[in-house]
């Protein structure tokens, strides 16, 4: 029996920050032809995370690429943070979705900043220790963010979680290692079918998981290309540690995407998860077929 899967976004708590540090250097003329700012100067952006289903010989498994921002911020924190909601919205579309936090099997992190990682851990509450959303789940991260995690530099300390490193670190409740941290190209834990493009121009080791699909991959396109706009090659952020180097990888991918038919999924498009890729007659990258949400997709 081969392998069969169907993939859903899934949206989690939402955010507004700076426009022009979500832009770079891009004058504001520019990113406000995509993204409307509020009073602010605050840009909308979500947190949305791809749920995969698989059928195969050893029965169902539930992949989640990502859990979003979520809920774990005091009050304060999710102020200053621009974080919308004070629930833990990604519970209640997994909900939505007939899911509960104990049927997901696996986590994929590109990386572990907050945003792409704060949803693992249950909403805050006054004088209560963090802890775990999904207690049954394996985490798949990549060597080199899970280092860079544990050993922040100071330019991005600030966006990493200890406490969800120390329970990551912590074994499943039969005893067996929660996480797998993986070195390449492939997880042995997700198998085939899956894949991973590293990325270094954001942060070290971020990993975007490829996920082969009959009517072409699909690429969780994670914080290298986080929406729409982004797709424009020189259009980087500011929180981005080497834009050159990002844009190198962009190229890279966007050029192998076209020539396989490939997708890219969206994880901070506030109005877009899933795009295909096609070159203009001058050669610029641009996403069409856009899909707003994406619900059991199969081809």
Sequence with gaps: MAVTRTLSSVLGNSQRLDGGAMFGNAPKALWTRWCEPDEKNRIPLACRTLLVREQGPSGERVILFEAGIGAFFSEKMRDRFGVVESEHVLLASL???????????????????????????????????????????????????????????????????????????????????????????????????????????????????????????????????????????????????????????????????????????????HACSLSSIETDERGRFRAVDLKATISNLAH
Excluded: N
């Design 95 to 269: 909900q939505e979705q007939g899911l509960s936090p104990s049927d997901i099997d696996i986590v994929v992190l590109s990386h572990l900043h907050f945003d792409h990682a704060g949803g693992l851990l249950q909403a805050y509450q006054e004088g209560q220790e963090a802890q775990l959303c999904f207690p049954q789940a394996r985490v798949v991260v990549g060597q080199d963010s899970w280092h860079r995690a544990k050993h922040p530099h100071p330019r991005d300390r600030a966006s990493f979680i200890p406490e969800l490193i120390r329970l990551l670190e912590a074994p499943l409740p039969d005893g067996s290692r929660r996480l797998e941290i993986v070195a390449g190209a492939e997880s042995e834990l997700l198998g085939p079918g899956y894949r991973f493009h590293q990325s270094e121009g954001h942060t070290p080791g971020m990993m975007l998981g490829e996920i082969q699909m009959p009517g072409g991959p699909v690429v969780f396109a994670a914080d290298l290309i986080p929406g729409t706009p982004w797709v424009h090659l020189p259009i980087t952020m500011g929180y981005d540690r080497y834009a050159e180097k990002l844009i190198d990888e962009k190229t890279e991918l966007l050029t192998d995407l076209v020539a396989r038919g490939g997708r890219l999924f969206y994880t901070h498009d």
